[in-house]
């Protein structure tokens, strides 16, 4: 967290196509800007920039949108995450990202999961491929996700007052992990004379 203590929270929707997934952190959004309004909330949706493809480079030298949005989470504090599943895989738009970044992009943030998927059957794909991109780029990851599955849409509207529950929670439970590892970090720093 900055020195003023301002919590800087980006909500990325983490595909170029589709809907379903921007419904979901949309209402993500809503419900973190309508509940804590102190903070700094910022919503990707990579369906508006014009990203560059991963070659190598360090984050900071690239240009334009790629530049921005690689930057916009290396600041954040927290990251909430919504993917869409194709194909059982997340997509490759998500994908880049992560490869823009430095294996330790997520050092000392918190990153959480919104999850969009066409049937159940690709409940798992968090647990099998997101999770261990984000363990491996040493995030604190809130334990539970949201998946929203086809039926819980109905003319790009959640529908499902369960989804609405979960995502509320996850707001909430994102904040509180950040909050936690503020004073863990606190505690941390106490032990030396800084």
């Known amino acids: 967290m900055k020195g003023d203590d301002s919590m800087n929270i980006v909500i990325l929707s983490g595909s170029n196509v589709g809907s379903k997934t921007k419904v979901a952190t949309e209402k993500a959004m809503e419900i973190m800007t309508k509940n804590n309004q102190d903070y700094e909330v910022t919503m990707l949706d990579l369906a508006d920039y014009e990203m560059e493809f991963s070659d190598g480079r360090n984050y ?44 330790n992009a997520f050092l000392d943030k918190v990153v959480s999961i919104i999850v969009t998927a066409g049937t159940a059957k690709h409940y798992l794909i968090a647990e099998q491929q997101l999770k261990p991109i984000l363990a491996y780029m040493k995030a604190h990851i809130v334990p539970t996700y949201v998946f929203i599955e086809e039926a819980d849409f109905l003319r790009e509207e959640i529908i499902n007052d369960d989804v609405h529950f979960r995502l509320e929670r996850l707001v909430e439970d994102t904040i509180l992990n950040v909050e936690a590892q503020q004073i863990i970090r606190e505690k941390l720093d106490e032990q030396y004379d800084f």
């Open 60 to 103: 900071f030298e690239y240009e334009g949108d790629t530049k921005y949005v690689a930057e916009t989470m290396m600041a954040a504090d927290a990251i909430i995450i919504g993917t869409p599943i194709f194909q059982a895989s997340i997509p490759a738009t998500l994908k880049n990202v992560f490869d823009l970044l430095p294996v």
